[in-house]
């Protein structure tokens, strides 16, 4: 039994949160809401939006990569990131890393050679997960715009110094046996370019996801603001993942209804704006998936060529 349960545990806690989800909402009046939204209008901007963010991580695989700026790459690179994407969505914890390490192996496509470059990209993710959200909270409870500000700045510099910092640490270890492992593990930094590129391609992946996450709430709760869309998404986000349910199925629902009544929004704005939400989920995976198709292609992305900065 005990077995069986370490096997299915994030089974259980999906099936649990799903049905107190059921047992949370006002059905009834969930189905007086519904009916009154656009969603053929939200289907279309969750698609640009999604198509949008797969172009936008290419770019910052690509400069993370150090693999050549050329078509014909960012051509396979973007089938490449979008189906690792998709994908990712629906295993525990997100493990996108590890799907983009098998599958850019299995489909030719060249990867850093700094372990910690590739981790990058998920660091700097989080860094601005917790900035968006620290930045809704503070605003939230200072109308303060130059301390929102400031939050977002600190912690997604923090991200992008997170390699340095570590390449500091390595160095001051000199010849030890631990710094040798250390060095073979963590390799060259990234070029200042390219370490700017995948910092603005960061911001812009979550600044889409953010703009989209407000107009979605929007068309139930017409007063909600992007400080408060700001900290909706990182805590949402935040919570999900840490749940280490696939997708935060029921996870993601219960926080966002739980989140915008606390806002002021009705429940029953909240429980319909926590659907329309979880329609990105199946968008995004759909879209992602869709590309597999074209990611397995025996050509070798970078026409034979190193990598370079």
């Known amino acids: ?34 009916p009154t939204i656009p969603f053929g209008f939200l289907l279309l901007l969750m698609s640009v939006v999604t ?3 797969f172009a936008v991580c290419c770019v910052r695989w690509i400069a993370i990569s150090q693999l050549p700026w050329s078509l014909s790459v960012f051509a396979r690179v973007y089938c490449y990131i979008s189906f ?16 983009k390490i098998k599958f850019a192996h299995q489909s030719g496509l060249k990867l850093g050679k700094s372990a910690v470059n590739i981790a990058l990209e998920r660091i700097l993710d989080l860094a601005t997960i917790a900035a968006l959200g620290a930045a809704g909270f503070i605003h939230l409870h200072t109308g303060s715009v130059p301390l929102s500000i400031g939050a977002v700045v600190a912690l997604i510099a923090a991200g992008l110094m997170a390699p340095m910092m570590l390449q500091a640490y ?18 060259e930094s990234l ?15 979550w600044g889409l996801t953010l703009v989209a996450w407000v107009l979605i709430v929007r ?25 280490m349910v696939p997708g935060g199925v029921g996870v993601q629902e219960l926080s966002v209804r739980a989140i915008l009544v606390g806002m002021g929004a009705e429940p029953s704005q909240a429980e319909a704006a926590a659907i329309i939400l979880r329609l990105f989920t199946p968008v995004m995976v759909f879209l992602g998936l869709a590309h597999l198709p074209f990611l397995y292609r025996k050509s070798d992305p970078t026409g034979g060529k190193e990598p370079h900065g």
Not at 171 to 181: D, N, Q, Y
């Open 1 to 34: 039994m005990v077995d069986a349960f370490r096997r299915l545990w994030l089974v259980v806690i999906a099936v649990l949160a799903v049905a107190f989800t059921f047992y949370q909402f006002d059905l009834p009046a969930l189905a007086k809401v519904l």
């Open 51 to 53: 198509l949008s963010v």
């Open 84 to 99: 690792v994407i998709g994908a990712s969505i629906v295993t525990p914890f997100q493990l996108g890393e590890l799907l």
């Open 170 to 187: 390595v160095g001051r270890l000199g010849e030890t046996p631990w710094g040798a492992r250390m060095r073979a593990l963590v390799g």
């Open 191 to 205: 070029p200042i370019g390219r370490l700017a590129i995948v910092g603005l391609a960061t911001i812009l992946k």
């Open 219 to 243: 068309t139930v709760y017409v007063d909600f603001s992007i400080w408060q869309g700001a900290f909706l998404v990182g805590a949402v986000t935040m919570i999900s993942i840490l749940s």
